[in-house]
């Protein structure tokens, strides 16, 4: 059976979706999995959508969260402290600090009154690693997933050496690997410094390259705000990161 390249684009998160796969046979039943995938992360984790699972967080009580959320914030938590709160998903409430967002099993407290959450710095980078897996159950294992600044590559296309992914005017070929670029160069002003609530503004622009979209993702935000000294010892705590300034 020969291979066959498959495009699928849609709007998702507050951005354009886009995945192109390559499969032996029909890939037609993966992609629409695969924006299934997509549309119900975005349900639980978008702050823009009034019923999502973030929105219905409410401080002082504990509750009971599902398992993409709890993966995210656990995740958000660690960068927060290693960060020193340049990363922090409470940014979006009057209250802020990550350290009112107790976790315990499979619950997520909000402890301070006005406390709101924005999973803007990592929602689609973990997205695309959930959405590849199911990719990867469906046979699909060559693909690219794009989310805005945000992508994910799967193995490399049929007798090529990796995908061609550009960022910040670099063409690399890269398999197995995602990048994220974070960038305030354009509109010095519109990103936030969450330990100080000020805005961030220098021009600069920051792509981090890591094994999974999440932490490439969520890297990016905070390397944007941090000095290059504080993110040079932010990633040495992370495996197989490199990080691109301009």
Not at 1 to 23: H, V
Not at 85 to 90: K, L, S
Not at 102 to 120: F, S
Request: proline share 4%.
């Amino acid at each position: 059976m020969e291979w066959r390249k498959t495009n699928s684009s849609f709007p998702c998160m507050g951005t354009l979706m886009r995945i192109t796969a390559w499969k032996r046979g029909d890939a037609t039943e993966a992609l629409v999995a695969a924006k299934r995938r997509f549309e119900a992360l975005d349900a639980r984790l978008s702050h823009y959508k009034p019923d999502s699972e973030i929105n219905r967080l409410k401080p002082g009580v504990a509750t009971l969260v599902s398992r993409e959320l709890f993966d995210v914030l656990t995740f958000a938590s660690r960068l927060s402290l290693l960060s020193g709160g340049a990363f922090d998903v409470t940014v979006r409430g009057k209250s802020v600090g990550y350290q009112y967002m107790a976790l315990g099993n499979r619950t997520v407290t909000l402890t301070k009154e006005g406390m709101l959450l924005d999973l803007g710095g990592i929602a689609k980078g973990f997205a695309n690693d959930e959405v590849a897996k199911v990719l990867r159950e469906a046979g699909v294992k060559r693909f690219l997933i794009a989310s805005s600044g945000d992508v994910l590559t799967g193995d490399a296309p049929p007798g090529e050496a990796g995908w061609v992914v550009e960022f910040q005017g670099i063409q690399r070929r890269m398999t197995r690997r995602a990048v994220s670029t974070s960038g305030n160069t354009y509109q010095p002003g519109h990103v936030l410094d969450p330990r100080r609530m000020e805005k961030v503004l220098k021009q600069e622009t920051v792509s981090v390259l890591a094994p999974d979209s999440m932490t490439a993702d969520a890297l990016a935000t905070a390397c944007l705000i941090l000095d290059p000294l504080e993110r040079a010892q932010l990633t040495k705590s992370y495996k197989d990161v490199e990080v691109v300034s301009a």
